[in-house]
């Protein structure tokens, strides 16, 4: 007990044993270390779970959260999910007889007609990509606990800030650690939260056997992104309200797409011809794929996130170059607004 005011960074593989016969609590740092336990009941408290389990990434906790299932099993799945989930599913999962059909989860009906007597998983997220349309949690579980199904939800666009899915009825919930608790673009890392005693010993059972664990040093800093959590998502929540508001009232937007909360917002340019030098006017966001970050992070999903869908089936869906995703970050409102309308501005004229 040293009073020390942060966790310390346990840089350890394996663990000296008090005897033979006395294991402690601790011996190989896969199946635990400190820093890595300590990160996880953080965890597991933000979300109201009984246990929680922290990987080298979104995807990694994802994936072992797949594996609590076997081949012939039928997973429903959210159709504008995630790209990563969407590729882990159709081209890592399929070859091993896991079965996934891809619905619109925001409407319960498509939801239910999807469901096959071999349905063992309902997998969706929160808010969608990159239309930011609700999934309705209780009504998903409502769905999945008729048909015996595992409600897994992926809640990384809400983070438990402003979102806690294990109340409202899902199993697990699935966060890439990566974008609103980590927080500061600096740690790639996923988390896994559970409803019950008895998933919590399945998911650690995976955790260990498959041992897509995150790191001591990431555990660190996701944990001290995790402490700012809450003034992050207020002020980011305020700004993009504000925002909204605003990119509504402006000539060169078509249409803005905001689910009520968070802090990511989605908007139609005039014209597909914009896109380039209004990226590029812009002086304050990142232009790149993530999200979540004290610095605001433009996307251009037909070029970023959703590159790898088809172009005729990106069209189909309206994800072509006008639209852009907006994860709003710590700046001045005020800042932002002048960078937008700069650049709003400078590449309305050069398309006209
Ligand atoms: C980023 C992301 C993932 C994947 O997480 P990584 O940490 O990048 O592996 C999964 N789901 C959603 C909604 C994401 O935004």
């Known amino acids: 007990m040293t009073g020390a005011a942060a966790v310390p960074i346990y840089q350890v593989s394996m663990f000296d044993q008090p005897g033979l016969d006395q294991p402690g609590e601790f011996d190989y740092a896969r199946s635990g270390n400190p820093t890595r336990k300590s990160l996880e009941g953080v965890l597991a408290k933000l979300d109201e ?6 990987f080298g990434s979104g995807m990694a906790a994802l994936s072992t959260v797949l594996m609590l299932f076997s081949a012939g099993d039928h997973l429903v799945v959210t159709d504008d999910c995630y790209g990563g989930t969407y590729r882990v599913l ?24 999807a469901f096959r007597p071999n349905t063992k998983g309902l997998l969706v997220e929160t808010v969608s990509n ?3 349309r609700r999934t309705d949690v209780t ?7 008729t048909y015996g199904a595992l409600l897994i939800v992926d809640n990384t666009f809400l983070s438990p800030y402003l979102s806690r899915p294990l109340t409202e009825g899902a199993d697990i919930v699935i966060h890439s650690a990566t974008k609103y608790l980590g927080g500061h673009s600096d ?13 919590a010993k399945e998911v650690y059972f995976l955790q260990n056997a498959v041992g897509a664990v995150l790191g001591p040093q ?7 992104g995790i402490k700012t959590l809450q003034v992050r998502m207020e002020r980011q929540v305020r700004t993009a309200g504000a925002l909204v508001r605003w990119l509504g009232t402006r000539p060169e937007i078509r249409e803005v797409f905001y689910p009520g909360t968070g802090a990511v917002v989605s908007f139609r340019l005039a014209h597909d011809a914009m896109a380039a030098t209004f990226v590029e006017s812009l002086r304050l966001p990142l232009l790149g794929v993530s999200l979540g970050a004290v610095e605001s992070i433009i996307t251009v999903p037909a070029r970023h996130s959703h590159a790898s869908v088809p172009a005729a089936e990106r069209e189909r869906r309206g994800i072509t170059d006008s ?3 907006f994860s709003v970050g710590l700046e001045d409102v005020e800042d932002l ?16």
Do not use: H, W
């Open 49 to 54: 779970g009984a246990g929680a389990f922290a």
């Open 90 to 113: 159709t081209k890592v999962f399929s070859r091993f007889g896991l079965k996934a059909t891809f619905v619109d989860t925001s409407d319960p009906d498509a939801v239910k007609a």
């Open 130 to 132: 990159p239309f930011l």
């Open 139 to 145: 009504a998903m579980s409502i769905l999945a606990r």
């Open 187 to 199: 740690v790639v890392a996923g988390a896994v939260v559970v409803r019950t005693p008895e998933l």
């Open 218 to 224: 990431d555990c660190f800093l996701l944990q001290r």
């Open 323 to 325: 639209l852009i995703r």
């Open 337 to 352: 607004q002048a960078d937008l309308a700069n650049a709003l501005g400078r590449s309305f004229r050069e398309a006209a």
